[in-house]
Nanobody, 128 residues
Framework: QVHLTESGGGSVEAGGSLTLSCRIS????????MGWFRQASGKEREGVAG???????VYADSVKGRFTISIDNDKNTLYLQMNSLNPEDTAMYYC??????????????????????WGQGTQVTVSS
């Protein structure tokens, strides 16, 4: 069984930064692809950034150059460093995982349907 627990959300002003963390409890992450998704009020959940077991990453166009995904395998923790935040980044952020998924799936249309393990989410609010 895989359990994911996010933390690090909060409220910031536009232009600010936040780092989200996702603690992963799993026996072996070697085959897992991990992703960060977000869901704004009234909108569908969308992929933000993903990383696979080889360290390949993918980003949604809306966050390229501003967000960085990384993983610390020793700590079993996934991170999302978010810089230059703007009000459009306001959403509930979720980490997700599954095995043997192409990293591109994270940002694909309906890519969320390919991930079976989800955290409970952490809220990010950016004020103008």
């Amino acid at each position: 069984q895989v359990h994911l627990t996010e933390s690090g959300g909060g409220s910031v002003e536009a232009g600010g930064s936040l780092t989200l963390s996702c603690r992963i409890s799993a026996y072996n992450l070697n085959s897992f692809t991990m992703g960060w998704f977000r869901q704004a009020s009234g909108k569908e959940r969308e992929g933000v950034a993903g990383i696979d077991s080889d360290g390949n990453t993918v980003y949604a166009d809306s966050v390229k150059g501003r967000f960085t995904i990384s993983i610390d395998n020793d700590k079993n923790t996934l991170y999302l460093q978010m810089n230059s935040l703007n009000p459009e980044d306001t959403a509930m952020y979720y980490c997700a995982a599954d095995s043997f998924r192409p990293v591109s799936m994270v940002v694909a249309v309906n890519g969320r349907n390919g991930f079976g393990y989800w955290g409970q989410g952490t809220q990010v609010t950016v004020s103008s």
